[in-house]
């Protein structure tokens, strides 16, 4: 691991204790870890840690691994936050031999980091200031893999992101403004290094299982999977199941989704294949110009939910977001809040011009650049931010999918679909189905997902792949990867651990059980029937009920708190 | 929870892959429920106690099977290899423990291995399985193994004749009195062309429930289709034959729109047998003996290693001809569609049966009903040949 004070420029590369490495895997487990001691600072205190972190399966040819999680406080959310990006930089992080970079204090003058296996240093970076994601990942190019943010870093957006060179994001929390505040422009990645694989035959078969099993779920190679027309894929299916926020989320459905649909972006871009280092699913999608095309959460929130049905417009508002280093579901998200505060969704045209004076702060980009739960606050309309502990709610409406409502609330980093990520069996029929409109059993499926997906997040695998594949077969990976035996319920009881440690630094720092809720509009107002699906609003009462299960099931008391204050002490 | 609990004993009964009465399904929610005969619904308990998992279903099979693979496997496996394609694609292997082993903390020692595999064989108690996202998974993860061991079981007794006391008795109760002939007598279909879309639904709804009531499919295992105009009508993934409602995705064959993406698995291959034979209606199931039947080949020599998926030969079982092919984006999409026009069916290597119907269901139901018959006419004639 590699630390890096950013106030004196000191440098120092250090052992992870292997046993650390046991009970965390890696990625979001070890940066979640690293966090322990400072866990409540403010996100903006220099002293704040930043951790990028690999997981043990980086830098082997198991699919979709080549990824890493960045893990430090929210300045959006005030949680824990983590996020998992793909690309190269994880796997040429690996190739310098390091599993993490820790980045704490605060750089006098703008900087970047610059790692290869041979060493590191820190570059002035005065002269890259100011410039865009791409501008600075061109200008970096010739020093391997790039992470870097934007001006919407440097500025402070609270919903910034640190960027991939190759368009990969670590996206939502605003992860750049904490990289801006510490005037670290971008950190650089190469290396030469090779990782071993202890029993090459167990890997070898596990990974022809996993990829076998892609093969078979049609949510990844089939004619209509992710891998051909990339997350797009659902905007027909969202419609089709009457849940795509529409107007910000007055309306589950929206009659102009089919201009951004995976065919008409296809039709109109070529959409060319591409992926993270080594994917063979490689959902990602490119124009036949070499831009990056947006993702399903973009085409539906630039789309739907501000009532826009212009592909062109979409695209546009996806380019100036990633050349501006933020977020595209939260600033989406918080134009269309403001959009229903004002009476009026910004068109089209407006929101371009609206995204750079978000990213300069500028003008009423000022006051946008807060978020959602702030603008709305600051306009005496606090209800009309559709976030969860102030993180802005993605394109799948609660009220079409209940073990989804109940994971937003739960979520220990806020509103988002990945922790618990239960479209995959309430809608995605992944590994089986479960009934959408239904609460019943969903706390236990919640929690144990929950927890598997912290575990996926530390070894570092892509959620896309657990589509089709399981940790049954993952674990045989990283058996054949390391020589140690894992079987799924031990990666499991690690997921427990952290997703236990996140909630308790959570808790720490103020949130309770009232922060586990979702706006009221979705217990209150109906999703749009029709086509014989009803899309009644949320009972609240089942919702709550659902809610304390859960909390039992985790072993926390009724009103979400732990039992008692000893449970870091008696964590590895 | 409890109603749950019913419907999946219930349907373990009805496609009779446990013993009268010898099952226990155990579900936890915030607290843990469980039913069936004592003895296996307080090991379903005791093992889901150790899981925590949504469900645990412990059974005895209706067929000794898994327990004659148990005994016959080497005194040091620890799991027996079932090379159907749906082991090799979803279970690996199917771990197994001994009487031996069970003897101190049989839940604890059956959970061990569940914390790896999703089903195991339990010498002297049956099969149990875990559901480790919802309890119906339990249920069918049952149901694979089940069929998994049956299938290994009739092809090893083929290969290599009866090993131990009792089996051959146990062979002729299974021959003589628990199979039963398949037969479409008695249900009616619609005539086709059938067009209009709710007409279609509730036929494909009838005859995904016509063939689990029949035992052509397992309910989990097999997909339904079928085209009218520039629509294809496929039941979705993961979902279950007789229980069709709201589960069929309309898909145009012009690809305008993606929602399809929760069809089948086998939308690619359902397609292709639609452009390349005219056929109105697809059923696909994993009959038992056709299985098994498509994995026993005496070509001599033959370099093929992985005969399931790299097989380029078209043999022929009768005059249904029998193809290799991974499930979903691998090889079945591409090689049935040439060989199943002419006889309007066709078997996929260690994997199941596809058959057509150029109006209606009608043909293709009996077509599959004809071919597992076949099937098993044939298994017993070398059988009898073999002794
Ligand atoms: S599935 Fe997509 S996001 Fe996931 S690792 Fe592959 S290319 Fe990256
Ligand atoms: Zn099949």
């Known amino acids: 691991m590699l630390v890096v004070d950013l106030s004196s420029g000191r440098t120092l590369r250090e052992e992870i204790p292997p046993e650390r490495l046991r009970a965390y895997l890696g990625g979001r487990g070890l940066g979640v870890r690293l966090l322990r001691e400072r866990h409540t600072l403010s996100p903006f205190d220099p002293a704040m840690p930043v951790v990028f972190a690999v997981g043990p399966l980086c830098g082997t040819p198991a699919p979709t691994s080549a990824r890493l999680s960045v893990v430090s406080r929210s300045p959006l959310t005030g949680t824990v936050y983590d996020c998992s990006a793909g690309g190269r930089f994880a796997w040429r992080l690996r190739a310098a031999g390091l599993l993490a970079i820790l980045v704490e204090g605060r750089s006098p003058r703008p900087v970047v980091l610059a790692v290869t296996s041979a060493g590191e240093e820190l570059l002035p970076a005065e002269g890259l200031w100011a410039k865009t994601v791409g501008e600075t990942a061109r200008a970096l190019s010739d020093r391997g893999s790039v992470a870097a943010i934007g001006p919407a870093g440097e500025n402070g957006v609270l919903f910034s992101n640190v960027m991939m060179g190759e368009g990969n994001a670590v996206g939502r929390g605003g992860l750049g403004a904490v990289l801006g505040k510490k005037n670290l422009k971008a950190v650089t990645v190469d290396g030469d290094r090779t990782v071993p694989i202890a029993d090459r035959e167990r890997f070898d078969r596990a990974r022809a299982d996993v990829l076998r099993l892609f093969r078979a779920s049609p949510v990844i190679f089939g004619e209509f999977g992710i891998s051909g027309y990339g997350t797009p894929a659902l905007v027909d299916l969202m419609r089709r199941r009457r849940m795509a926020p529409t107007e910000n989320f007055r309306h589950t459905v929206f009659d102009g989704a089919e201009a951004y649909s995976g065919p008409a972006i296809r039709a109109a871009y070529g959409a060319e294949k591409e992926g993270c280092f080594g994917c063979p699913i490689r959902c990602r999608k490119r124009a036949s110009d070499g831009r990056s095309l947006p993702e399903y959460e973009t085409v539906s929130h630039f789309g739907a939910l501000n009532g826009i049905s212009d592909l062109h417009a979409i695209v546009r508002s996806n380019d100036a977001c990633n050349d501006l280093g933020m977020d595209t579901i939260s600033a989406a998200a918080t134009l269309s809040a403001w959009g229903e505060a004002r009476g009026r969704f910004p068109s089209p045209e407006e929101i371009v011009t609206l995204l750079h004076d978000i990213a300069h702060r500028r003008g009423e980009g000022d006051l946008l650049a807060e978020g959602s739960r702030r603008v709305a606050e600051a306009l005496g309309k606090p209800e009309l931010s559709m976030s969860v502990k102030s993180l802005e709610l993605p394109a799948y409406d609660p009220r079409g999918a209940y073990g989804m409502a109940l994971a937003y609330a739960t979520s220990n980093r806020g509103g988002c679909h990945l922790p618990a990520y239960s479209i995959s069996h309430e809608i995605l029929r992944k590994p089986v189905a479960s009934d959408r409109f239904s609460f019943s059993g969903k706390a236990r499926m919640i929690k144990i997902a929950e927890d598997a997906n912290a575990a996926v997040d530390s070894l570092v695998a892509c959620r896309f792949a657990f589509l089709g594949a399981s940790l049954e077969e993952y674990a045989e990976l990283l058996a054949g990867a390391t020589g140690e035996h894992r079987d799924p319920k031990s990666l499991e009881e690690i997921g427990e651990r952290i997703w236990l440690t996140e909630r308790f630094y959570n808790a720490r720092n103020g949130f309770t059980r009232a922060d586990d809720d979702l706006p009221a509009r979705f217990f209150t107002e109906a999703g749009t029937e029709g086509e014989g699906i009803d899309v009644p609003p949320i009972d609240r009462a089942r919702f709550g009920e659902e809610l304390t299960k859960y909390y039992r099931i985790r072993g926390l008391r009724d009103d979400g708190s732990f039992p008692d204050d000893g449970f870091l002490e008696r964590q590895p | 929870m409890r109603s749950l609990i019913r419907k999946y004993a219930g349907k373990l009964h009805r496609d009779r892959s446990v013993a009268d009465g010898r099952v226990g399904i155990a579900a936890l929610d915030d607290v843990m429920i469980s039913e069936g005969a004592p003895d296996l619904s307080r090991l379903a308990a005791d093992v889901l106690s150790r899981l925590s998992c949504p469900g645990v279903v412990a059974a005895s099979p209706s067929l000794p099977f898994a327990e004659f693979l148990l005994r016959r496997a080497n005194a040091g496996a620890e799991a027996i290899v079932p090379l159907d394609t749906e082991t090799r694609t979803f279970l690996h292997d199917i771990p197994i423990v001994r009487r031996e082993e069970l003897a101190g903390d049989p839940a604890g020692a059956i959970a061990a291995l569940l914390s790896g595999r999703k089903g195991v064989i339990a010498e002297g108690v049956g099969i149990v399985a875990s559901g480790p996202v919802t309890l119906e998974q339990a249920y069918i993860h049952y149901s694979s193994v089940f069929h998994a061991c049956h299938v290994k079981y009739i092809l090893d007794v083929l290969r290599e004749g009866f090993?131990?006391?009792?089996?051959?008795?146990?062979?002729?109760?299974?021959?003589?009195?628990?199979?039963?002939?398949?037969?479409?007598?008695?249900?009616?279909?619609?005539?086709?062309?059938?067009?209009?879309?709710?007409?279609?639904?509730?036929?494909?709804?009838?005859?995904?429930?016509?063939?689990?009531?029949?035992?052509?499919?397992?309910?989990?295992?097999?997909?339904?289709?079928?085209?009218?105009?520039?629509?294809?009508?496929?039941?979705?993934?993961?979902?279950?034959?007789?229980?069709?409602?709201?589960?069929?995705?309309?898909?145009?064959?012009?690809?305008?729109?993606?929602?399809?993406?929760?069809?089948?698995?086998?939308?690619?291959?359902?397609?292709?047998?639609?452009?390349?034979?005219?056929?109105?209606?697809?059923?696909?199931?994993?009959?038992?003996?056709?299985?098994?039947?498509?994995?026993?080949?005496?070509?001599?020599?033959?370099?093929?290693?992985?005969?399931?998926?790299?097989?380029?030969?078209?043999?022929?079982?009768?005059?249904?001809?029998?193809?290799?092919?991974?499930?979903?984006?691998?090889?079945?999409?591409?090689?049935?569609?040439?060989?199943?026009?002419?006889?309007?069916?066709?078997?996929?290597?260690?994997?199941?049966?596809?058959?057509?119907?150029?109006?209606?269901?009608?043909?293709?139901?009996?077509?599959?009903?004809?071919?597992?018959?076949?099937?098993?006419?044939?298994?017993?004639?070398?059988?009898?040949?073999?002794?």
């Not at chain 2, 339904?224 to 229980?243: F, K, N, P």
């Not at chain 2, 709201?246 to 292709?272: F, K, M, Q, Y």
């Not at chain 2, 002419?342 to 078997?347: E, L, N, Y």
């Open chain 2, 163 to 387: 090993l131990l006391p009792g089996e051959e008795e146990a062979f002729r109760a299974f021959r003589e009195t628990f199979l039963r002939p398949l037969t479409a007598e008695g249900l009616s279909f619609r005539a086709g062309p059938l067009d209009a879309p709710e007409e279609v639904l509730s036929e494909i709804r009838a005859v995904g429930r016509h063939t689990v009531e029949r035992g052509l499919v397992d309910s989990f295992f097999g997909n339904i289709s079928y085209r009218a105009g520039d629509t294809i009508y496929i039941s979705q993934t993961a979902a279950s034959l007789d229980e069709l409602s709201g589960c069929i995705d309309p898909v145009p064959t012009d690809n305008r729109s993606t929602a399809g993406i929760t069809a089948s698995s086998e939308l690619p291959a359902h397609r292709r047998i639609y452009e390349a034979t005219g056929a109105r209606a697809i059923l696909h199931g994993h009959p038992k003996f056709a299985v098994a039947m498509s994995m026993s080949c005496d070509v001599k020599d033959c370099p093929v290693e992985d005969c399931w998926k790299d097989c380029t030969r078209v043999r022929m079982l009768g005059d249904t001809p029998v193809v290799a092919g991974e499930i979903g984006a691998g090889g079945l999409a591409v090689r049935v569609p040439p060989v199943i026009g002419g006889p309007g069916k066709a078997i996929v290597y260690g994997h199941g049966v596809f058959t057509t119907g150029r109006d209606g269901f009608e043909e293709a139901f009996r077509s599959m009903a004809d071919v597992e018959n076949r099937c098993r006419e044939e298994y017993f004639r070398r059988l009898d040949a073999r002794a």
